[in-house]
């Protein structure tokens, strides 16, 4: 349904067109690219970029300033900030990996129910989606843990939880588009039963997109993880979680500004390096 | 009102004091290269005041990149020997000095109205913001011309349909919209790029005749089409181009009626006006096998068109009727298809064929009548005890591509049809796939391919494959050719003739083409407001139209040529 039409090609010659791609386009993906290797590095092997123990207490060094001995300083108990960081890229991943899982599983479910189910099992799931709708995302995650407590997995399954409407709602409307394409109605006519259209066309077509969402997915389901963690909802304070940390650094921002400053900036990097990734692959899908 | 326009034509109006004799515009030796690669070269043609230049040529034969060189929008690289619009050299122009010449000098009406317009703002908007632009007009002259210009135009209520915006105009409407806003600055060429494509034939009449008349009162006309019969009332000479070069310019009649190079030829034949049914309309292309001449009937072929009313009925409606709240679509239709016949359906868009199609394919129930498939009831059957017998009825429709599943190659729609849907799995079907690839005449390589990297007509090709491969008795072709070019169109309809000859298939045919229904038709029935009027053989609807609504289609259809 393309509304506008093509733009005709501008009369820009081929060389400075292919440089200011490369800049404009491929600049940004290859940086985000590398942030995430890094992140991914830190998650898989902490040990290796930071040999220390992220447990480990220095109550003489508290609250020293960005140095060579501390690259990112050290918190109000002389903890390295720098090994606590590498150390908290795992936990912040694994959530936001695990949290999106979750959420697109449970959207495709809820998706397929109302997008092929009947009517009525349509509209049943589309009035829940509503009312979940209505609920900004971090509330109702805030709800989840209300019920099941606080702690890491609470905090996965509610961050999970939380983005599965928005999941659900995508995939329901894009198994709708399919069913009444002209592709499936020519299958119809060459005498396919509802059951194969399903599976052979309108799933697979209508379902392709799910990798990308997901991976656009990751960084927004590790912002909100770390905000739970931040209100003291998921990882319990001595754990080198990046919210966590902010949490234990909001105390001292006048004078340890580096305590909320390096886990803020690792948040913002991934989150903003898997969405430009996620973004790379959508369009790639679209080509 | 035609005179407000001669007055402001070069033709007659001196204001720019050009000398007679030099005026109109020069093309010699243009070449425009994409990233180094030529998409047209040496073109040369000259098109003078009140004078109508027709481009013809195949879609990727270079007429349009040509057009927009001459706008300044090709986006290429330009060049040519000399390109000069009077005594205003155009190559070199900068972006600035282009803006003077493009809407003034040289105007555009663009090939789709319906996103050529923009949607959000009213028409006399779009003819303001060039009056605004160029000229020096005050607001309530500016609204006086947008007025003249819209009723030049033959728009009805111009006063009403300025404030309108595209969405709320017909096709028709919007056609005219574009042609007004091309005209307001009076320009002294205007470059029309397939402007009847899509149309009906009533409207395709009024844009055509609106043309000419610019032509007369003085306009240099560039119309780019592959309509050889707009072109023939419209055009006094005709460039052909193919591969983006010239193959040959000359005079209309002469192009038409006796053309030299062998790909004019082939144009010219691929037309199917006057063509009778069973002859052949291609030139060559893989679906020959006796090296026909066009135009001629093969051997024998009449005798065996089964159109006596002994042949077996194979599909029938009785008094379908289908009703959208109180819109009736379909209003007591009844029709019957024999085996090895092609029944035509014609009528306007929106006069309920493809809903009668639909109803027909069992994809929609009426709300009366009964269809029948090889003398079995068809539509009151549930979809379950309809399915096993689907492999009856075959489709083909308008866009092919949107019809095969994206992600499944040729190879493995190919196999889906013809194991009733049991596997996707290629390799132990492969020789029946090259069998039905060949029978469509596609090479055995299209196997791998996905559909989108297809052309139009392989498209069409693999579609037609699919159709045939449950060995069905009847085709339900909803305007299959309506978006080919004229040469792949006479390759597809030679395909579906062949082929109809071949399994004795029956043919359900809707266009809205006049020409190409009656080319293939047996019988024809026209439709109007979801009535079928009249039912007949062809050439007897054709040549003594009993209803009125047939001989104003008619006499619209031929008008227009």
Redesign the interface.
């Known amino acids: 349904m393309t509304i506008l039409p093509e733009l005709p090609v501008l009369p820009a010659a081929a060389p400075t067109r292919a440089a200011e791609w490369r800049s404009r386009v491929m600049a940004p993906r290859v940086v985000a690219g590398a942030v995430l290797l890094g992140v991914l590095a830190a998650a898989v092997a902490p040990g290796l970029l930071a040999p220390g123990d992220p447990l480990a207490v220095h109550p003489v060094d508290a609250f020293s300033a960005p140095s060579l001995a501390h690259p990112f300083g050290t918190d109000d108990s002389g903890r390295d900030l720098y090994t606590r960081v590498v150390h908290g890229a795992s936990a912040s991943l694994l959530i936001g990996v695990a949290a999106t899982l979750i959420g697109t599983l449970l959207g495709l479910v809820l998706g397929i129910a109302a997008g092929v189910g009947t009517r009525l099992t349509d509209a049943a799931v589309s009035r829940v989606l509503e009312v979940l709708f209505a609920l900004p995302g971090l509330l109702l995650a805030l709800v989840i843990i209300a019920f099941a407590g606080p702690g890491p997995i609470p905090a996965t399954l509610a961050v999970g939880l939380a983005t599965a409407p928005g999941y659900a709602r995508i995939f329901r409307t894009r198994i709708r588009a399919v069913r009444s394409s002209e592709m499936v109605e020519a299958a119809r006519v060459l005498g396919r039963g509802p059951l194969t259209l399903l599976v052979r066309h309108v799933l697979p077509n209508a379902l392709a997109p799910v990798v990308v969402l997901a991976t656009l997915g990751v960084g927004q389901a590790i912002v909100w993880a770390s905000s739970l963690s931040y209100l003291g909802l998921g990882s319990p304070p001595p754990a080198p979680e990046w919210g966590a940390m902010l949490e234990a650094g909001r105390t001292y921002l006048q004078i340890a500004p580096w305590m909320t400053v390096f886990p803020g900036l690792a948040i913002v990097a991934t989150a903003a390096a898997t969405t430009v990734v996620g973004r790379a692959f959508a369009g790639a899908g679209r080509r | 009102m035609s005179g407000s326009v001669a007055s402001g034509t070069p033709a007659s109006g001196s204001s720019s004091g050009r000398a007679p004799g030099t005026g109109g515009l020069h093309v010699e030796n243009l070449r425009v290269a994409f990233?180094?690669v030529d998409a047209v070269r040496t073109v040369s043609f000259e098109l003078a005041p009140g004078e109508c230049v027709a481009l013809v040529g195949e879609s990727g034969s270079g007429k349009t990149v040509t057009a927009?060189a001459l706008l300044?929008?090709?986006?290429?690289t330009v060049t040519a020997t000399r390109l000069a619009l009077d005594d205003t050299d155009l190559t070199g122009l900068s972006?600035r000095q282009w803006r003077g010449i493009r809407g003034p000098r040289i105007g555009l009406v663009q090939q789709?109205a319906l996103?050529?317009l923009d949607?959000l703002r009213p028409i006399g908007r779009e003819i303001d913001d060039a009056l605004r632009l160029h000229t020096t007009l005050g607001a309530a002259e500016r609204r006086e011309r947008a007025l003249e210009v819209l009723a030049e135009v033959g728009m009805p209520d111009p006063a009403i349909r300025r404030a309108q915006r595209s969405g709320e105009l017909s096709g028709g409407l919007r056609q005219r919209a574009l042609i007004a806003a091309a005209l307001a600055l009076r320009p002294d060429v205007v470059i029309a790029d397939e402007p009847t494509t899509a149309l009906d034939a009533e409207v395709h009449r009024v844009v055509i005749d609106r043309l000419a008349r610019l032509r007369d009162e003085g306009t240099a006309v560039l119309a780019i089409s592959h309509d050889l019969g707009a072109v023939r009332r419209l055009a006094d000479r005709i460039v052909v181009m193919r591969a983006g070069e010239v193959v040959e310019q000359g005079p209309t009649a002469q192009i038409l009626d006796a053309p030299a190079h062998p790909y004019t030829r082939a144009l010219v034949a691929a037309v199917p006006a006057g063509k009778p049914r069973g002859s052949r309309l291609s030139v060559g292309g893989p679906t020959v096998q006796n090296s026909g001449r066009t135009g001629e009937k093969r051997a024998g072929s009449p005798a065996k068109r089964p159109n006596d009313q002994s042949s077996e009925r194979v599909l029938e409606a009785h008094g379908l009727t289908r009703r959208f709240g109180t819109f009736t679509a379909v209003d007591d239709v009844s029709l019957t298809l024999r085996a090895g016949e092609t029944l035509g359906l014609v009528g306007a868009s929106g006069s309920g064929k493809t809903t009668t199609a639909r109803l027909l394919?069992g994809?929609d129930s009426p709300d009366h009548g009964l269809v029948e498939l090889l003398g079995a009831p068809w539509n009151p059957l549930p979809e379950r005890e309809r399915?096993?017998r689907?492999?009856l009825?075959?489709?083909i429709?308008q866009?092919a591509l949107?019809?095969?599943?994206?992600?499944m190659t040729v190879g493995r729609i190919l196999v889906?049809?013809l194991t009733?849907?049991k596997t996707?799995r290629i390799r132990a079907h492969a020789a029946q796939i090259d069998a039905l690839l060949a029978e469509v005449g596609l090479p055995a390589s299209v196997s791998s391919r996905l559909p989108a990297t297809l052309s139009g007509g392989q498209r069409q090709r693999v579609a037609i494959a699919?159709a045939l491969a449950?060995r069905p008795r009847v085709l339900l072709c909803d305007e299959p050719v309506s978006s080919l070019d004229v040469t792949v169109q006479a390759q597809v309809l030679d395909l579906l003739d062949e082929l109809q000859e071949r399994h004795g298939l029956a043919y359900l045919f809707i266009s809205h083409d006049l020409d190409v229904v009656r080319h293939v038709s047996d019988r024809v029935a026209v439709m109007s407001a979801g009535r079928i009027v009249e039912q007949g053989e062809t050439e007897q609807v054709f040549s003594a139209p009993a209803h009125s609504y047939t001989r104003g289609l008619l006499a619209a259809a031929s008008s227009a040529d």
């Not at chain 2, 300044?72 to 290429?76: D, F, I, K, P, T």
């Not at chain 2, 949107?402 to 992600?407: G, I, K």
């Open positions: 990233d180094g927009r300044g929008l090709s986006g290429g972006e789709d996103v050529s949607p394919l994809l399915r096993p689907r492999a009825l075959g489709a429709y866009d949107s019809s095969f599943d994206p992600r889906d049809a009733n849907g996707t699919r449950p």
